[in-house]
């Protein structure tokens, strides 16, 4: 009888081993089937549009192939590449080529990009006037306190000859410092990025990163300027290096230099995006 018990007993926790087994590996994929056949694939987006892009253009343009995208939103930009990584999302879609190759490089991942997408670069905004020409001598500017977007700010201010930079700036460690000419005598205010759109009820302009513009519902087609992106600046759909060749990431790669990926994107939103050098 004890032999019995203890039988059943080892059974028993066998079957519960095993399907807590299946479950775990159940959970380490985001792709499921649907009752007709498609598959749902999860792609990890970041706060800003490319969410919507996913969903509203990449999406119904690979729905002939089987698959339908959908997105799990990360509130930061380290998580989407960790949780491609360990295979708890199929894709992600919130980070330039430049980020992505020095994130796997520090943490030793093996992810890699199989396409550009158009991508919002940083705005000159205002509230207050319609035109740089109109920018008036002792203007307050509101510029990020983060070396890497003050670096993109200056580039932009100076592109726009509102003031010139000194050359071979270090991206890591820009300050206003860089600037060797400020013609205009503009006055700068250093905050957060986040706080940039925000600032613009109490100064004249606002140097605002593509994300923070699109969060704030600002429209790049009432900026000042938009930035015009290096190309590994520019945002990239992201898979496992062992998944850039399947059915998924073929039909993806298809779809984003297609035609109707452009006619699509021309319709929508985002058309004032800076866009892929191939698109010219």
């Known amino acids: ?55 509203e253009v990449i999406s119904p343009l690979i729905e002939k192939d089987g698959f339908k995208l959908t997105t799990k939103l990360f509130n930061d930009y380290v998580q989407p590449n960790k949780a491609l990584a360990a295979k708890q999302i199929d894709a992600n879609l919130f980070q330039h080529t430049a980020y992505l190759e020095k994130f796997s490089a520090d943490n030793k991942l093996d992810l890699s990009a199989i396409g550009t997408v158009p991508t919002l670069g940083m705005g000159i905004y205002s509230k207050k006037i319609t035109s740089l020409a109109d920018v008036k001598a002792g203007s307050t500017v509101a510029i990020a306190n983060d070396a890497s977007n003050l670096a993109r700010t200056l580039q932009l201010l100076a592109a726009n000859n509102l003031v010139t930079i000194k050359d071979d700036i270090d991206e890591t460690k820009a300050t206003v410092d860089d600037i060797a000419e400020n013609p205009k005598n503009l006055e700068f205010k250093t905050l957060d990025a986040a706080q940039l759109a925000r600032a613009l009820d109490t100064v ?53 230099t297609s035609q109707a990926f452009k006619d699509a994107i021309a319709k929508s939103d985002f058309k004032d995006f800076d866009k892929p050098a191939d698109w010219q």
């Open 1 to 55: 009888m004890k032999l019995k018990k203890i039988v059943t007993g080892v059974i028993t926790l066998g079957a519960l081993i095993t399907l807590v087994a299946c479950g775990n590996g159940n959970q380490k994929t985001g792709q499921t089937a649907s009752s007709d056949g498609i598959k749902e694939v999860v792609v990890g987006v970041a706060p800003g549009p490319y969410g919507d892009m996913v969903t």
């Open 204 to 256: 004249d302009l606002a140097l605002v990163p593509g994300n923070f513009a699109w969060a704030a519902k600002l429209d790049p087609a009432d900026a000042l300027a938009l930035e015009k992106l290096k190309e590994e600046y520019k945002n990239v759909f992201v898979v496992r290096t062992a998944d850039k060749d399947n059915k998924l990431a073929k039909a993806v790669k298809t779809a984003l």
